[in-house]
């Protein structure tokens, strides 16, 4: 689907442009001077490499031909050595998690680059020597010697060179697709073998008719989903008076709620680069992608505020004495929702834009797993206090995103809809997204031991999520839990005052 919006032209990529052929241009000189290859550059490589799963990052490349070198947009700075090292584990966190990767092909094209840098190095190593004895006294027989060794050594490393940055840029593209390993104490398998950590509350008991936020929302002449279809298209949706107060009221009580905790607020872009989505895990340009790309740019816009958060800092050093840094961000988001159909989707619960508010953390590697549990506990503060009914679930490895080491999600109650939905997810990237994005701090012990101030080494920070409210889901679960015999709805206290002290809303007279 197309949408307008101004001048821009915003697509949904089809899953036919994803799946570029790829021809790689073979290594003959590397080849004939000796060194072995597992892998046959002669031949296509039997893979799509953009058909990934969901989760996995992407690049956007075209279709690569023997005149061109296939060249990521960006290099994540990927530990290829660890991976080696520990070669089972990656395999089996893989496999644990549905991943599409390809290790073998990785190390396999790791061992190639590396056997291609050191011969490199040592044609290096003798074209200096050559140049070195070009600088004496020779004769001119000898000299015309030397000229044509080097000249060889020259059409040689050059070629190397080029193959070197072939083969760099194909382990990168491969690579990018290794999912991030994952909580030891994760369940293995699906969603279904995602384990309970809390359950807050029961379902409200109701002695009339329930009805969903759909119904509620005409007769209380609060929400406009006919209208915004002929508008806009499916999923999108008008709020109308005390909805368009009451969503003014959720984001600003959350946003005061999560600052008393330290965060600072931020508005952020809604419109950023592919590769920054692709840096923070997230697939712009592939099959059922959810993410909106601006037809004629490399510009997307956002299905979370956590994009353009994680890219604040991106490429910086940041001192210790920063961290924890903690932001709570307001933005509206867009989804394409791809793939999404059934009554689980009906009204406010799948949507195409909403208004969000995300929390954001970056902090010192032994911080991330407290800070995991603290945005959680934060979370779960918010919906008691509006009196909700939820679980908080551990969610197991096939329903990580590639970025994630751990998620939690909280799933309310909505009576209406007769099921709990989910309504937010807190989840420990680690360095995942920080290796993308070149987010790094300096330990201030090394800076201080250090002989030149400031230039000790650095490590990667580890990055944190968690949505503090979305708000058409939030309105779900107020309307149908809330809801009253007489067609009104209750507000919650908390967010009365933000309402103007509005206590509840109530059916129009007709």
Known sequence: MATAMHTMKLVAIPASLSSSSFIFRPISKTLRL????????????????????????ALQIAEITDSKVVKPQWKAAIDFKWIRENKEAVSA????????????????????????????????????????KMKRKLEPSDRQKLIEEGKNLKEELMTLEEDLVRLTDELQQEAQCIPNMTHPDVPVGGEDRSTMRKMVGSPCEFNFSVKDHLQLGKELDILEFDAAA??????????????????????????????????????????????????CGFQPRGANTQVYSIDGSDQCLIGTAEIPVGGIHMDSILPESLL???????????????GAAGTATRGLYRVHQFSKVEMFILCQPEESNSCHEELIAIEEDLFSSLGLHYKTLDMATEDLGAP??????????MPGLGRYGEISSASNCTDYQ????????????????????????????????????????????LLENYQQEDGSVIIPQPLRSFMGGLERISPRSR
């Not at 549905?98 to 290790?103: G, T």
Request: charged residues 20%; aromatic residues 10%; hydrophobic residues 40%.
């Open 34 to 57: 000796g060194l072995i290859f597992r892998h046959n550059y002669s031949q296509k490589l039997p893979f799509p490499f953009l058909a990934r799963a969901l989760s996995s990052p």
């Open 434 to 477: 920080s290796r993308r994005l070149g987010i790094r701090y300096r330990p201030a012990q090394l800076s201080s031991t250090n002989s030149k101030k400031g230039k000790g080494p650095t490590q990667f920070v580890h990055t944190l999520n968690a949505t503090a409210c979305a708000v058409p889901r939030m309105i779900i679960c």
């Open 404 to 413: 994630a080491y751990r998620k939690f999600d909280v799933e309310a109650w």
């Open 324 to 338: 924890p840094l903690k932001y709570v961000a307001f933005s509206h988001c867009f989804r394409t929702e791809a």
């Open 230 to 279: 002929e508008v806009s298209g499916s999923k999108f949706y008008y709020l109308k008076n005390e909805a368009v107060m009451l969503e003014m009221a959720l984001i600003n009580w959350t946003l005061s709620e999560v600052m008393k905790r330290g965060f600072t607020p931020l508005t952020t872009p809604e419109i950023v680069r592919s590769s920054v989505v692709e840096k």
């Open 93 to 132: 966190n893989i496999l644990n998690r549905n991943s599409n990767a390809n290790l073998e092909l990785v190390l396999q094209l790791y061992e190639n680059m590396l056997n291609v840098q050191k011969e490199v190095e040592r044609l290096r190593e003798e074209r200096n020597v050559v140049a070195n």
